[in-house]
């Protein structure tokens, strides 16, 4: 006859078994929620050459025009031939944000962007357009973008930036997101994680080069 101790290990296991059984049906039962995330902007990426920038060095925008233009000279291919995709997460920040949110938050003053007109913190994004020369304008996001480039923000790194503001701002962390993630630069995508998307560019025949 089994040892008391053993009736009721045996009595557990069982029990444990059914609940997990009872769980996994119930898993089963209930449909998966569908993802908030709009994850079909990857199918774009159909060219011959597609590269994902990650970028954490702002001034390094110049080096997507260069990669533009070498293949146009040496194949005469531009878009939709070459896919440039920027990743862009907490240090380059400040390429994706709007001139409303500069105005509104001390965010030349925490990166250290200097307005080359007033040689003070910005308070515009002075990475979208403009510039002195023809070769200095074709480095900026606007310019690049008419060219094919994609632009992403890390959602996750956005959430830790919404932190770093609001307490400089001295406003509600939750209500900052709301205006970071409503303020981003028209076109570009925030996806849930930047380390997610590298992975799932390159899985779609995506070179990698870091920016730093």
Request: hydrophobic residues 40%; proline residues 7%; glycine residues 8%.
């Amino acid at each position: 006859m089994p040892h008391p101790n053993r009736r009721r290990f045996i009595s557990s296991v069982a029990a444990l078994a059914g609940a997990a059984t009872a769980l996994a049906d119930s898993a089963q039962a209930s449909p998966i929620p569908q993802s908030d995330w709009d994850m079909s902007w990857l199918d774009r990426l159909t060219g011959k050459h597609k590269q994902v920038f990650d970028l954490h060095e702002m001034d390094s925008l110049r080096i997507i025009k260069n990669w533009l233009d070498a293949y146009l000279e040496v194949y005469g291919l531009g878009h939709p031939d070459v896919n440039p995709v920027v990743g862009i997460a907490g240090s380059a920040f400040p390429v994706n944000a709007t001139d409303a949110l500069y105005q509104k938050y001390p965010i030349g003053e925490l990166w250290k962007v200097t307005d080359p007109e007033t040689q003070k913190p910005a308070l515009r994004n002075i990475f979208l357009s403009g510039g002195k020369t023809p070769r200095e304008q074709q480095t900026k996001v606007k310019a690049l973008q008419a060219r094919g480039t994609i632009f992403w923000q890390c959602n996750k790194a956005l959430t830790r930036q919404a932190g770093r503001i609001a307490e400089a701002a001295h406003q509600p962390e939750e209500e900052v997101y709301r205006e970071l993630r409503g303020g981003l630069n028209p076109g570009v995508i925030l996806v849930p994680a930047h380390t997610m998307l590298v992975g799932l560019c390159q899985e779609r025949g995506c070179t990698y080069e870091s920016l730093s």
